[in-house]
């Protein structure tokens, strides 16, 4: 069974840094893309970040782009969301999830992130 | 990028109704587009891929269709563990991964 846990939230001032994890397990991680997707209270999805499996390739949403930074150790199985700059915008309920072709077939439970002085 | 948006944003509904959610892209998807389920406080849910291919364990009264930039969600008979709010994903063009805005489905 896919099992994502992340880990890392909380209260956090304007302009700090956070960094997030994403405990994987029940799927072979290193082959794997995994993804970033944020949801800020009361509000929609919204795609923040992909990695390859290798780690070689990364992707963000505009919105991140130069603050927040994807990276993954295969070795121990986590995925991670280092975060910089924050802004209160960036407020938000962070789930990790796998990437099957283009899809988020497997989705954690969520880490809160709230940016506020 | 691609835009998504859904209608209707929430709806009213009760159980045993047939519910239709649609969504519309900005540019030419095929089919490339996916379809979530959120409960509250909880994590999405993969419903259907591909527009149309049921994902695993998911009950056979959801169904998908569509092509292109329209494209619709289906539960032919609303149950109560259905009342959430349904997510449409682009996955055509990408990154990014882009969502609709989410259609409410209440009581």
């Known amino acids: 069974e896919v099992q994502l846990l992340e880990s890392g939230g909380g209260l956090i001032q304007p302009g700090g840094s956070l960094r997030l994890s994403c405990a994987a397990s029940g799927f072979t991680f290193s082959k794997s893309v995994m993804t970033w997707v944020r949801q800020a209270p009361g509000k929609g999805l919204e795609w923040v970040s992909a990695?390859?499996?290798?780690?070689?390739?990364?992707q963000y949403a505009d919105s991140v782009k130069g603050r927040f930074t994807i990276s993954r150790d295969n070795s121990r199985a986590t995925l991670f969301l280092q975060m910089s700059s924050l802004r209160a915008e960036d407020t938000a309920l962070y789930f990790c999830?796998?990437?099957?072709?283009?899809?988020?077939?497997?989705w954690g439970h969520g880490t809160l992130v709230t940016v506020s002085s | 990028d691609v835009q998504m948006t859904q209608s209707p944003s929430s709806l009213s509904a009760s159980v045993g109704d047939r519910v239709t959610i649609t969504c519309r892209a900005s540019e030419n998807l095929s089919t490339y587009l996916n379809w979530y389920q959120q409960k509250p406080g909880k994590a999405p849910k993969l419903l259907i891929y591909s527009a149309s291919s049921l994902h695993t364990g998911v009950p056979s009264r959801f169904s998908g269709s569509g092509s292109g930039t329209d494209f619709s969600l289906t539960i032919s008979s609303l149950q109560p563990e259905d009342f959430a709010t349904y997510y449409c994903q682009q996955s055509y063009t990408t990154p990014p991964f882009t969502f609709g805005p989410g259609t409410k489905v209440e009581i």
């Open positions: 990695i390859s499996g290798s780690g070689d390739y990364l």
């Open positions: 999830a796998k990437v099957a072709e283009t899809l988020f077939d497997s």
